[in-house]
Each structure stands twice: as C-alpha cells, then as structure tokens.
Nanobody, 123 residues
Framework: LTFVESGGGLVHSGGSLRLTCTTP????????IGWFRQVPGKEREGISC????????EYADSVLGRFTVSRDNDNHVVYLQMNNLKPDDSGIYYC?????????????????WGQGTQVTVSP
C-alpha cells in the first residue's frame, strides 16, 4: 500500500493549489486521511484531516478558512484545496492514512505515509 501525493508546485502569494492523495491499486476509503506539512528545521505540522466517511474534518488554526479537505471515495482520492496561500505555507506536504481511532492532527495516529509533494509560495 502506497500513498501518493500530487499537485504541489510554485505559486505566488494569494494563489491556490489543489493537492491530491491516492493509493494506486488499493481502496482508500478504509482510511482516515491526514495532511501534514514539514519545513526544514521544524517539526512536521498537522494541517488537516478527514474521516474515512468524509463526515468529519479538522483543521489547524493556521489554515482554517483557507484550506478545505474533501474526499471522493468512489474514486479513491482525497483533496486538499489550498486558497489564499502565504509564504509560510511553503513546505513539503504529506498525506497519511490511519485506521485506528479517529482522525486528528497528531502524526502518531497515522501508520502509512506518502513521499510528499513540494509547495512553494513566493511573496
């Protein structure tokens, strides 16, 4: 089982990106999914999560109102829509999956991780 992120890139401040998380060849809908961000020299930060059914979401204060997490279980994909991006949003974004308990913003709740996708927001 491999988690694959895509959609990162370079964008100007105020711009938007949409990240996707998939598990090629394996159904995603058994997992709650978290999105995390890491900047060199800093701890990995939980950004958002969504329950397996999609009925519950959670956001870090730093992205609340700007980022939206959603999922399409029929097509086994999770999205992170990022609007009004700021330079501080730059980093490597990871999606991760968990099955025990409920989704949250602590990395300890996740067993499977993707390789990450780079997001760079220029001033």
């Amino acid at each position: 089982l491999t988690f694959v992120e895509s959609g990162g890139g370079l964008v100007h401040s105020g711009g938007s990106l949409r990240l996707t998380c998939t598990t090629p060849g394996y159904p995603l809908n058994y997992y709650y999914i978290g999105w995390f961000r890491q900047v060199p020299g800093k701890e990995r930060e939980g950004i958002s999560c969504i329950s397996a059914s999609g009925d519950r979401t959670e956001y870090a204060d730093s992205v609340l109102g700007r980022f939206t997490v959603s999922r399409d279980n029929d097509n086994h994909v999770v999205y992170l829509q990022m609007n009004n991006l700021k330079p501080d949003d730059s980093g490597i974004y990871y999606c991760a999956g968990g099955m025990i308990g409920r989704c949250g913003l602590e990395s300890s709740g996740y067993r499977r991780w993707g390789q990450g996708t780079q997001v760079t927001v220029s001033p």
